[in-house]
């Protein structure tokens, strides 16, 4: 027996579908719901369509406000208060909010007198006070209405990172739209204007009375600092001091005093230093050569210079001579009694110089001493005064604040007072609402285009759901690729034709005459073989018109039997399904009939006791069958029938010979003896046998079964019903020769693949 590969190591190596696939299965898809395709899409559109005729046009008008404080800022210059800063975008969403308010849209309505306006509030209402009957309700009530119906119909926005807000209405009306957008713009600007106005008066009353506390205290604080220095003896020098609290004019005597001796005294130790330097560099030239040449320039002397340079002709004139004459020389000798008495000279000079310093620097070390002891004593007197002096910082320190705080409240009141004077706001209308000539919505190609896109998008919602909730077997390869078994065959639904039953019109008398010959050889016994004819055409259809789809289809489950038995035994072909009425015995009936049609020498024999088909099928009905060939009554020649003009010999079940034990008599030795002696005298078994699901009879006959077709009813029994039934019974799919379907409506299934491999124009009937 041929080994056939696991169903779910088939499913696993299953390839992904390429994109012809998917593409052939999307036109597919196209082919099958196109109904619903075009249906769905054609009533949004028609929708969409009413919606348009019923809904009343509306017409929006649209004004644009900037928030710009620039121009405020440049009419109050340095008066601008403290809160008028340019805007943040904080602050710019927060004036969409004012914008958004009942408060301005109740001044709109009171600016436009919408509230005794019917046809804007709605004449026949009578939620906020107007009757049926015409009596108006308060004018509050009026007015909600009204502010529902602007709340309701207006649009404030503002364009990304920019200051303008658009103010957008919607109306009947195009000129009140574009009358309530500007009154939008213009309530907006006078509650701007109201706000401004009333917090700069809050201010102002504020900044008054404050001003006024402050003026007190600061007078306060200024006789506590005069009373202080009367009492404490503190003039006013008019210096300033470097203290940490800050330049101050108010100074004691001794201070004042005590900073002229410092200072004093910084420039005579200035004075003494500098005279004790030039003592010492004096006494420092004295031990010094006169003829070295920094003594002048140290110095800087001009008596000494002139010495110097006289010392140094003479020094010049005595080298020459003593290399002229020899240093001997009379000329020579007296220029050096020269040179020695220029070096007296100097050195005098320097000693003078010496005394004249020293004398400076005794004088400027005393007046030194002097300034040192008075300030020190100055100083030992101040320290008994700084009491004074803190108490006073303090009292000074708290009339400057007092001072400080009554100059600012009082230039921001200056600015307040100002600033009523300016009827300015922040916000400006840059472009004003104008009737519009055209309505906003509802937009045709708008309403047209999303009802077109929900139609299309529901279709395909709704087609993909009905492939996906289908289920059913459609096509061959479907079911290949779902049940990793091969399709036989899709056998169309045939039409039952109505012409005389024997022999067909299109088969050979050479055909007929070998089969008259075989039953003559196969008859064991003198006894007349039973003669049936199928009460119903269908029953025998593929054999009757050999030039039909519908035959073509058998032939493809013939081949496939004969050539599995070119490798195998497979002479006894069970017929089965997974449940009742899906056309089983039908095909059993039919593939017999056209292989006893093509010369075969086959027998059906009707396997299924709880609902024997062969036995209501022909007539007349058989009096005896296999059961009483088990039982003994008959043998198995007197069984069994022939159908009338193909030869086919028929093994039915009499009528009322049903039993409840049907597992037991299909396991039994006698039926498996029996099927052998079929199997030896026929080239084909073909036994028609109960369905899978139902009943467990099946498992019973396949020891004696070499192979089984399975059919599968096209369009309505659920795949994974038949999955599960094969995976459950792995001993039954080993069996299979393959999967048919049946009963397939050709024009549907051209809707799911292309239709030339089950019909085409070869075929001229069926």
Known sequence: ML????????????????LSVLLEQLTALVRRQYRLLLAI????????????????????????????????????????????????????????????????????????????????????????????????????????QAIEEILRNRVVSRSEKTYALTISYSSRNPETAAKVANAFAEAYIEDQLEAKYQTVTRASSWLQDRIGELKTKATAADRAVLEFKEKNKIVDFGGSGNGAGGPTSNRLIGEQQAFELSSQLASARASTGEAKARLERIEQVRQLDVSQAAVADVLKNEVITRLRNQYLDLSAREANIAARYGVDHEAAVNVRNQMEEARRNIAAELSRIAASTRSDYQIAKTREENLERSLNQLVSEGQSAQRDRLGLA???????????????????????????????????????????????????????????????????????????????????????????????????????????????????????????????????????????????????????DPLSTFAEAFRAIKIRASL???????????????????????????????????????????????????????????????????????????????????????????????????????????????????????????????????????????PIVNSLVFVVEWGKTRVTSVRRQLLAEPELRDRLLGVVLNKANLKILGQFEQPGAYLNGYYPRG
């Open 3 to 18: 080994s056939r590969p696991n169903w779910a190591d088939h499913r696993q190596d299953e390839a992904p579908p390429s």
């Open 41 to 144: 899409p054609a009533a949004t559109l028609a929708i969409g369509m009413l919606y348009l005729a019923v809904t009343p046009p509306q017409y929006t008008a649209t004004a644009t406000l900037l928030i710009d404080s620039s121009a405020l800022r440049v009419l109050q210059s340095q008066l601008q208060p403290q809160g008028d800063v340019p805007l943040d975008t904080l602050q710019v969403g927060s004036q969409v909010e004012v914008l958004m308010s009942r408060k301005v849209a109740l001044a709109v309505i009171r600016a436009l007198n919408l509230a005794d306006d019917r046809d804007f509030i709605g004449a026949g209402k009578s939620a906020f006070g107007l009757s049926a009957s015409g009596d108006e309700g308060t004018k509050e009530d009026r007015e909600n």
């Open 394 to 544: 303090e009292l000074d320190s708290s009339a400057k604040v007092y001072h400080s705080l009554y100059d600012s409240f009082l230039q921001r009141y200056m600015e307040a007072i100002q600033q009523q004077s300016f009827p300015i706001t922040d916000a400006r209308v840059i472009s004003a609402a104008v009737p519009p000539a055209r309505k906003s919505k509802p937009i045709a190609s708008f309403v047209l285009s999303i009802a077109a896109t929900i139609g299309l998008l529901a279709g395909v919602g709704i087609a993909a759901l009905r492939e996906a909730v289908d289920g059913v077997f459609r096509t061959g390869r479907q079911a290949e690729q779902e049940l990793g078994i091969r399709c036989l065959s899709v056998i169309p639904l045939a039409a039952n034709h109505t012409a005389a039953l024997g022999q067909s019109p299109g088969k050979p008398a050479r055909i007929e005459t070998l089969q008259n010959s075989l039953r003559r050889a196969d008859r064991t016994s003198e006894t007349a073989v039973p003669i049936y004819n199928f009460v119903d055409p269908l029953m025998r259809q593929a054999a009757d």
């Open 564 to 702: 599995e038995a070119s490798v195998r035994d497979n002479k006894v072909i069970g017929v089965t399904s997974m449940l009742p009425n899906e056309g089983k015995s039908t095909i059993a009936s039919n593939l017999a009939a056209l292989m006893a049609d093509a010369g075969k020498r086959v027998v059906l024999v009707d396997a299924d006791l709880r609902n024997p088909t062969l036995a209501r099928s022909i007539s007349p009905q058989p009096s005896k069958g296999w059961l009483d060939v088990l039982s003994g009554a008959i043998d198995l020649g007197a069984a069994i029938g022939e159908e009338r003009g193909s030869g086919l010999a028929l093994l039915p079940v009499a009528p009322g010979e049903a039993t409840l034990h049907a597992d037991e008599v299909l396991s039994s030795p006698d039926f498996h003896g029996m099927i052998n002696a079929l199997r030896e005298r026929f080239d084909y078994v073909i036994i028609d046998l109960p369905p899978t699901a139902p009943v467990v009879d099946v498992r019973a006959v396949l």
